[in-house]
């Protein structure tokens, strides 16, 4: 159980387009997500909390208009890398909080962007 | 904010166990540690958590000191493929938003 999923796992894009990962609670309903972004040899930094049905909570320094987060059902959230750069280039990770098993958060395998 | 202190790496025979520290010594007492996991290139693992009761499941125990100043995370028969950098987190009960990863100890599981 408790088991969350991303895709893709890995994207190239060109730089100046858009990139869009998927984040999905396979069983169980999860009305938070968390995004996170890992850059080499780093720990992981949250980016954005996504609420479902509501606008994200962003962290300090995360811009949200580069970093668009939809959270449009209970296991789903998206987050879409807009204009994407070379310094946007990072492993990302989402994770969903499950209340109702362990009560904490799972974490998908993350999605290693590559910006050229 | 660094909440939590924890050695940078570890080694440890296969076979044997692994006993991991981490420093809390600003817990409040409404935080819960959080121990995760994160093998190379994957996103992490969730392992345990607990208050201030010794916690035990199928993955490993976690020993919190009776201050909870600090805790130990025991691996009680290390595998090869335990080998991973582990984070020891603080954080209150259900808000995630302060989920401090830290910088983790990297445990290296010998043959």
């Known amino acids: 159980g408790a088991v969350v999923s991303q895709h893709p796992s890995w994207v190239i894009c060109k730089s100046g387009t858009s990139v869009k990962i998927e984040c999905r609670s396979l069983d169980f309903q999860a009305t938070t997500m968390f995004w996170y972004r890992q850059f080499p040899k780093q720990s992981l930094m949250l980016m954005a909390t996504s609420n479902e049905g509501s606008k994200a909570t962003y962290e300090q320094g995360v811009e949200k208009d580069k970093f668009l987060i939809n959270h449009a059902s209970l296991t789903l959230s998206t987050l879409t890398v807009t204009s994407a750069h070379p310094e946007d280039s990072s492993f990302y990770i989402c994770s969903a909080l499950n209340q109702g098993g362990q009560e904490t958060q799972y974490f998908g395998p993350g999605t290693r962007l590559l910006v050229l | 904010d660094a909440k939590t202190t924890q050695p940078p790496s570890m080694d440890c025979a296969e076979g044997r166990a692994a006993n991991l520290p981490c420093n809390h010594s600003?817990?409040?007492?409404?935080?819960?540690v959080y121990w995760y996991r994160q093998i190379h290139s994957q996103g992490p693992q969730y392992i345990i958590h607990g208050l201030k009761n010794n916690e035990t499941n199928e993955m490993a125990s976690l020993i919190i000191t009776e201050d909870r100043k600090s805790s130990t995370l025991i691996l009680p028969h290390a595998t090869l493929r335990d080998t991973a950098v582990y984070y020891c987190?603080?954080?209150?009960?259900?808000?995630?938003?302060?989920?401090?990863f830290g910088s983790g100890t990297k445990l290296n599981v010998k043959p």
């Open positions: 600003t817990i409040s007492g409404n935080e819960y």
């Open positions: 987190i603080v954080s209150p009960r259900y808000n995630f938003n302060k989920f401090y």
